[in-house]
């Protein structure tokens, strides 16, 4: 919404949205055209992907193109479709080991299936890929165009002393567990954690008990663009993720969006993650699941906070020259723009985020 769509509208493109609004609580941006779909969730996804199915066909009558996130709508849509393009955001057959509401047994299959629907739609579909390690997975060389964030020109507030911030999904495998009880270890010391962002059903439970207790603050989902409003001015951003094979593979957004709010970042050593953050030096990386690492670094930011202000400032400026969206907007645009013009693709289809009417 807040990249993509933006760049389109800001092109001169209509765009027509299919997403969960009222499940997310979330009020249509203006100048899109929004159609309203269930969110599926956890093993109930057979009504939501019945209702996408009926919104894609709905939503891209007229349209010039279609772009496709969700690989498990890959085979919903409609037979008669525009020009379709793949987003490619996740290894889908890496993820499901962090799918916890599969059976075991179904995790180890589902990985094979996964990869010939890929080669499937690469077959059938156009594809930009999200990170350049997605390239080894399909046979054909696909453009690139990589998660960045819109990155403030004025210089951000600097790092605070009093509260920490973890942006985005909440699950066990993004670090859920160890994010509250480094909270509990932290209020001691007068250093608060703010959560925002949604959560996984299984760890619902616990956030809610703990911020009963007063622990942290969870303000579930909230719009991306607000949560990095929010995110301002804290000590340091955390990214707890687990060592799984689709982390490994990927650079976690929330790490750029932290250095670009001038944040210093607490991160697992994910490979992309430890290697921008200890070449940008702005910010800390701790062992996988070790807590009082975790609650080290964050301590050592707040006893030296000149440290903490120039990690911040380093990390604003190394988003500002490689990972502003604006610099990688136009290319998206154009890949989109002449693949518009190209003949409709015949067959069975795929499908599911953004049908847009000249998108």
């Not at 849509?77 to 075991?104: G, M, S």
């Not at 608060?192 to 969870?218: K, N």
Request: with cysteine.
């Amino acid at each position: 919404m807040h990249r993509q769509i933006r760049a389109l509208i800001e092109a001169g493109h209509e765009v027509t949205y299919v997403a969960p609004f009222t499940d997310c609580n979330v009020t249509p941006e203006p100048g899109i055209r929004a159609v309203d779909v269930p969110r599926a969730t956890g093993r109930r996804r057979r009504r939501a992907l019945r209702a996408a199915r009926r919104a894609l066909k709905r939503g891209s009558e007229g349209a010039d193109l279609l772009i496709v996130h969700d690989i498990e709508l890959l085979l919903r849509l409609p037979r008669r479709r525009p020009v379709t393009v793949w987003d490619v955001h996740e290894d889908t057959a890496a993820a499901l080991a962090a799918k916890d509401y599969l059976p075991a047994a179904l995790r180890l299959l589902l990985p094979a299936l996964v990869r010939r629907i890929e080669a499937r739609a690469e077959r059938r579909l156009h594809l930009i890929l999200a990170e350049e390690a997605y390239r080894e997975r399909f046979a054909s060389a696909h453009p690139v165009v990589r998660n960045t964030t819109y990155v403030p020109r004025r210089p951000p507030p600097p790092p605070g002393r009093d509260r920490v911030v973890h942006v985005g999904h909440l699950s066990r495998a993004r670090g859920a567990a160890e994010l509250i009880e480094l909270a509990r270890r932290l209020l001691p010391h007068g250093i608060r954690l703010d959560l925002i962002g949604a959560a996984d059903a299984e760890v619902r439970p616990l956030l809610r008990d703990a911020q009963r207790e007063g622990v942290l603050d969870w303000y579930g989902y909230v719009p991306n663009r607000h949560a990095l409003r929010m995110a301002e001015g804290a000590l340091a951003g955390l990214s707890l993720l687990h060592d799984l094979p689709n982390y490994r593979r990927s650079m976690p957004t929330k790490v750029v969006e932290y250095m670009a709010r001038g944040l210093p970042v607490v991160t697992t050593p994910l490979p992309a993650a430890a290697s921008l953050v200890e070449r940008a030096g702005c910010g800390v990386v701790v062992p996988f699941g070790d807590v009082d690492a975790a609650v080290a670094a964050v301590l050592a930011l707040r006893e030296d906070p000149e440290e903490a202000a120039a990690m911040g400032a380093r990390g604003h400026a190394e988003a500002a020259r490689e990972h502003d969206w604006p610099g990688h907007a136009e290319e998206f645009v154009r890949h989109l723009e002449e693949w518009a013009g190209k003949p409709v693709t015949g067959g069975r289809g795929l499908g599911l985020l953004e049908p847009w009417h000249a998108i």
